[in-house]
Structures are given as structure tokens and as C-alpha cells.
């Protein structure tokens, strides 16, 4: 089927009338397209950090479980995806299945030696991890990093994080980091990383640095606040305090980073998933413009990843809403009126 949209486009407010012919929107007027939908289009939503296909931290990579939860971000209205670790190497339909999200990923996580969850990711010295992560990122585009972890760990060192860049950046790649703590977001904007995953604790000194390197910053923000008021109520220890201190500040921060020029990506990190609507929600509450952090669930992070938006020649994805979702973020809690109309998605690094 031959369909058609049209409607007022973000982020620019202009009318398209776009039509999909197989993967690729066009404007040329197809014989026998059929309208399906009207009013506000974005060029469908994006959840830069998830980790879809297991149940809890440690479980095996399960089909099932992935392509259930892929389908919750297709009801969201997610077209895109990118997964900054996955609990094992997908199949080969992930990310150009019609009909489920287009994807990025980096393959399992690499984290030191006695870090990280157990049965998940690879365990590396440090002379060890840029050979590591260049090999995923020569394979899939993206690696991953966990640069810190627990309360009083080592981050892994600047200059080992820089070597990891290097090697990763000369097979064609991007390095994300997880970060968590003071030490480990210093290490990753010094070496020049391509996303700092959540950044909490990060020192708002660093933003411009980030800003002109590229570095984009995932804060995960949602997420975060969902635990607060949980992690409050518990007993007294240095890691609530951390966690208690960090999360209260973390609003603020990505609101300078923002304000910095820092490219920000609306990302859930949780389950269940399709909850990228929330996060986008999140930011606007911190402090964001609702238009910006439309833009940091939708088209500046489909750009990041190397997507356009409605204009032809583009992958064919859409949302579509009643009204002006900046009016209303509040649209996003529900389906989309339209959600995909690409007919044969294609994986892209």
C-alpha cells in the first residue's frame, strides 16, 4: 500500500505533503496513495538509550522478550532506536524488521574487570579495551564503555578512554560511556567521547568542552526521578547519598548543558519500555524548552544518528498528532495518531 501524510512538520512548522513509496518518503504525487493521516508530523520518536530483550540485569538475550519490547516503542511512536548495550549479539531482524524500530547498537557492554552486572557484557583490562571496543564498533558502528560503577571504584583512566576513541574513531565509529560519578565524566570528556550516557555527577564545568567536541549527553532523566523518592526512604549509606545528591542535582545540569550548545538525547534506560514520552516530558519539566526536548527525542536525535527528518528522499518513518505536541507534550502519554509507515526499515550506523 501506497501511503500518504501531510500536515504541519517539526521542527521547521512547515506544510508537507509527503508520499511513502516503499522505505522513502517522496513529494511527487503517487497514483493511488492513500491518506492516513493528518495534522502535526514528526519525523517519528527516538529512544536513544535502551536496552531491550531481557527481563533483568544478567539475564540472556530472549527474542520474545525483544520483539515484545520493541513493539511497546512502536506504540509509543518510536521509529528509531539506538542501544548502548544489549544483553547479547541480536538477530539478524533487529533494526530491519518492517514494522519494528530502526536501530543502532553497541553490542554487549565493556566494563573492567569485577564491575558491572554479572552475565552481561565483556570484562577487559585496560590494555585490552581499545582493541575491544574498536572490534564492536567495526562491526555494528557503536561501542560501549562503563566508565565507573559502584560507590569508590576507579574510573577507568583518561588516557585509556582516549586510546579507546582513537581506535574506535579509526575504524569509523562512536564511543558511548557510561557515567555515574565525578571521576568517570571527567575521563570521558577529556578523551573526547561521542555520548556520556546519564553524565550524573558531571562537572557543568566541562559542558563547553563537550559542546565543541560533539559530545552528546544522555541524561536518562526519568528514570533518575523515578527512584528518588524511592532511594529516600532508604537507610542512610554513602551510595544513597550519592544517588540522593547526584539525582537532585541532575535536572539543573542538563539544563546548563543544554544552554552550553551540548547536543541532548532523550533516552529511557528502563522498563517497561516506550516510555520515551516521559523523558521528553522530563526535560521540558527540568527546564528545557518544549521544543528542544521534542528535539532531543525526535529529529535532533534522529540526525545525531545519522536519520533526516520529513523530507524526501528520507526513511519513511512518522508520527503524527492531533494537535501541536509543544502545546501539549501531555499527547505523547497516548498513541500517536500514525505511528510508521516504512515498509522495509533498514539498519543504519
Same mark, same amino acid.
Do not use: I, K, N, T
Given at each position: 500500500m501506497i501511503v500518504r501524510v501531510r500536515g504541519r512538520a517539526l521542527p521547521d512548522d512547515e506544510y508537507v505533503d509527503l508520499y511513502a513509496d516503499g522505505d522513502r518518503w517522496t513529494s511527487d504525487p503517487v497514483p493511488g496513495a492513500e491518506l492516513v493521516a493528518g495534522g502535526w508530523l514528526l519525523p517519528g520518536l527516538v529512544d536513544a538509550h535502551t536496552h531491550p530483550g531481557a527481563e533483568e540485569p544478567g539475564d540472556p538475550m530472549d527474542e520474545e522478550i525483544l520483539r515484545a519490547d520493541l513493539n511497546r516503542h512502536v506504540d509509543a511512536g518510536v521509529t528509531m532506536i539506538r542501544s548502548p548495550g544489549l544483553p547479547g549479539e541480536p538477530p539478524e531482524w533487529f533494526g530491519a524488521e518492517p514494522g519494528l524500530p530502526r536501530a543502532v547498537h553497541a553490542g554487549p557492554w565493556i566494563a573492567q574487570h569485577g564491575e558491572f552486572f554479572d552475565g552481561w557484557g565483556r570484562r577487559a583490562t585496560h590494555a585490552e579495551l581499545p582493541a575491544l571496543a574498536a572490534e564492536q564498533a567495526k562491526r555494528t558502528g557503536w561501542a560501549k564503555i562503563i566508565a565507573d560503577w559502584e560507590t569508590g571504584d576507579d574510573a577507568v583512566p583518561s588516557d585509556v578512554l582516549t586510546a579507546a576513541v582513537q581506535a574506535v574513531h579509526a575504524v569509523g565509529g562512536r564511543l558511548a560511556v557510561h557515567s555515574q560519578h565525578a571521576?568517570?565524566?571527567?575521563?570521558?570528556?577529556?578523551?573526547?567521547v561521542d555520548s556520556v550516557?546519564?553524565?550524573?555527577? #558531571? %562537572?557543568?564545568?566541562y559542558l563547553p568542552d563537550m559542546a565543541a567536541r560533539g559530545t552528546a549527553l544522555t541524561p536518562t532523566l526519568s528514570v533518575f526521578q523515578a527512584a528518588l523518592g524511592r532511594v529516600r526512604n532508604r537507610e542512610d549509606t554513602p551510595r544513597k547519598r550519592w544517588f540522593v545528591s547526584g539525582a537532585e542535582a541532575h535536572p539543573a545540569l542538563i539544563v546548563a548543558a543544554a544552554e552550553a550548545g551540548v547536543k541532548i538525547l532523550a533516552g529511557t534506560d528502563s522498563r517497561p519500555h516506550g516510555g520515551v514520552g516521559d523523558e521528553i516530558r522530563a526535560l521540558a519539566e527540568a527546564g528545557l524548552? /518544549?521544543? %528542544?526536548?521534542?528535539?532531543?527525542?525526535?529529529?535532533?536525535?534522529?540526525?545525531? #544518528?545519522? #536519520?533526516?527528518? #520529513?523530507? /524526501?528522499?528520507? /526513511?519513511? %518513518?512518522?508520527?503524527?498528532?492531533?494537535?501541536? /505536541?509543544?502545546?501539549?507534550?501531555?499527547?505523547?502519554?497516548?498513541?500517536?495518531?500514525?505511528?510508521?509507515?516504512?515498509?522495509?526499515?533498514?539498519?543504519?550506523?
Open positions: 571521576a568517570g565524566g571527567e575521563a570521558a570528556v577529556a578523551a573526547g550516557e546519564h553524565g550524573m555527577w #558531571l %562537572d557543568p564545568g524548552r /518544549p521544543h %528542544d526536548a521534542l528535539a532531543a527525542g525526535s529529529w535532533a536525535a534522529r540526525e545525531y #544518528l545519522g #536519520l533526516p527528518g #520529513l523530507v /524526501p528522499g528520507a /526513511p519513511a %518513518d512518522a508520527v503524527v498528532y492531533a494537535e501541536d /505536541p509543544r502545546e501539549d507534550l501531555g499527547q505523547l502519554a497516548g498513541a500517536p495518531r500514525r505511528g510508521r509507515f516504512a515498509g522495509c526499515p533498514r539498519q543504519v550506523s
